[in-house]
């Protein structure tokens, strides 16, 4: 594998349901980041990891929980979602904040 | 606060034309600018970047931008599209201290016709 690689591609999921997703970068880099993107909307960043850390929390709300468990892989916990959650959620990561490099993304639909 | 406004949401042209994507941005700091490339359903290439140097950038599949500072702009040029260039494009800008948080604008959508 090499990049950034994303589980699963697509995920249906009821609104009482609990779903993980998966992210893993093959490129040595150091900060991780999970972007929301819906349609006809800007791209929203999400949170951020720098050496398994969160520096960033974009005002997400507690239904998304992020882990790092070490700077290859990168989840997002998700329970009690809403249909306006349904969307693209992209993970990227990146060596000492420059150019990000992005994973294929999961297609999340929320019904 | 830094913010990015890509002035054109939709761009149609015919293939083989020339095509020019704008990007403004606005900061009164040093920046580093990229573009990146969404294909449908899939997540966003990285096109080209501009972090230092000449202010003339190539990226990959024949694309290239061309940053002004004192007009606050980061064009993205081809001189000959193809239908396979058919995609959104993204303009972002980051300063270096800010721990690579990415600011997006809102995409160009680039429509290559026949």
């Known amino acids: 594998e090499t990049g950034v690689t994303q589980t699963p591609r697509h995920l249906v999921m009821g609104m009482t349901n609990k779903k993980s997703l998966k992210c893993e970068q093959h490129l040595g880099h150091n900060a991780m980041y999970w972007y929301k993107q819906s349609a006809k909307k800007p791209l929203e960043l999400m949170f951020v990891?720098?050496?398994?850390?969160?520096?960033e929390n974009n005002s997400v709300p507690s239904r998304f929980s992020p882990e790092c468990p070490n700077s290859s892989h990168l989840f997002l916990h998700l329970h009690t979602l809403q249909p306006e959650d349904s969307a693209l959620y992209l993970c990227a990561s990146s060596h000492e904040g420059y150019e990000q490099y992005f994973g294929p993304g999961t297609r999340l639909t929320v019904t | 606060a830094q913010s990015v406004t890509q002035l054109d949401s939709q761009v149609p042209v015919f293939e083989e034309a020339p095509v020019e994507l704008r990007c403004n941005y606005s900061?009164?700091?040093?920046?580093?600018l990229f573009w990146y490339v969404q294909y449908p359903n899939q997540g966003l290439q990285l096109l080209l970047k501009y972090l230092s140097g000449s202010t003339l950038v190539k990226g990959i599949n024949g694309f290239e931008a061309e940053f002004n500072k004192s007009q606050t702009s980061f064009h993205l040029r081809k001189p000959s599209v193809h239908i396979s260039d058919t995609a959104e494009y993204f303009c972002a800008v980051t300063h270096g201290n800010q721990g690579g948080k990415l600011i997006f604008g809102q995409g160009t959508e680039l429509s290559v016709k026949p």
């Open positions: 990891y720098n050496f398994k850390e969160q520096t």
């Open positions: 900061s009164s700091v040093s920046v580093y």
